[in-house]
C-alpha cells in the first residue's frame, strides 16, 4: 500500500512528479506561444516559410552537384531560379526552373543567367525551356496553399534524406 519506503524517497519522488509537471507546463506554454505567433502571421510570412523549405528541398536534392552555371563545387550553395521569383513570381516552386547555384553566380553575378540558360537547355530539353521562358497566368497562393506547399517540400526532402 505504501509508495516510498522511508522519507528521502518520498522526498525523490516528490521532485521527480514536479518535474513532469514542470515540463507538461512548458510544453503547453511553448504550443499557446507557437499558436499565437501563427495567428499574428502575414501570408507574406506563410510564402516566406514556403519557400525556406522550397529552396531547402532544392539544395538537398542537387547535393554533390556542381553549380549550374559555372560548374563550380565551391562557395556557399543557393537554389537559384533561372526566372527570378521578382520577375516570374508564378513560377517560384517550379523545380524544373531552380537548381543549385554557387553564391558568386547567384548573388553577385545575378544568376550569371546566360551559362545557366545553356546548361539548362541540357537538362530539360528545348520544349521545357520555352515553356519556363513563356507566358504564365499569374498565381495568387492563399495560406492554406502556402502551408501544403511547405509541408510538401519538406516531406521530399525529409524523403530524400533518409
Not at 50 to 60: E, V
Not at 81 to 91: F, K, M, N
Not at 136 to 142: D, N, W
Request: proline share 2%; charged share 30%.
Amino acid at each position: 500500500m505504501q509508495k516510498v519506503c522511508d522519507y528521502s524517497c518520498a522526498l525523490e519522488l516528490n521532485l521527480i512528479k514536479q518535474q513532469k509537471e514542470a515540463k507538461k507546463l512548458q510544453n503547453e506554454s511553448k504550443k499557446l506561444l507557437r499558436e499565437a505567433k501563427n495567428k499574428l502571421k502575414t501570408r507574406g510570412d506563410y510564402a516566406k516559410d514556403a519557400q525556406i523549405a522550397f529552396n531547402a528541398y532544392i539544395r538537398a536534392r542537387d547535393n554533390g552537384k556542381p553549380c549550374i552555371s559555372c560548374g563550380s563545387y565551391t562557395g556557399k550553395q543557393n537554389a537559384g531560379h533561372y526566372r527570378s521569383v521578382g520577375s516570374c513570381p508564378e513560377l517560384r516552386y517550379e523545380e524544373s526552373q531552380v537548381y543549385l547555384q554557387c553564391e558568386k553566380c547567384n548573388s553577385y553575378l545575378s544568376g550569371n543567367l546566360i551559362n545557366y540558360r545553356i546548361n539548362l537547355l541540357k537538362l530539360v530539353g528545348k520544349d521545357k525551356l520555352e515553356w519556363i521562358e513563356g507566358k504564365h497566368e499569374p498565381k495568387k497562393y492563399t495560406i492554406s496553399d502556402l502551408i501544403e506547399i511547405k509541408k510538401l517540400y519538406m516531406q521530399k526532402k525529409k524523403d530524400l534524406t533518409s
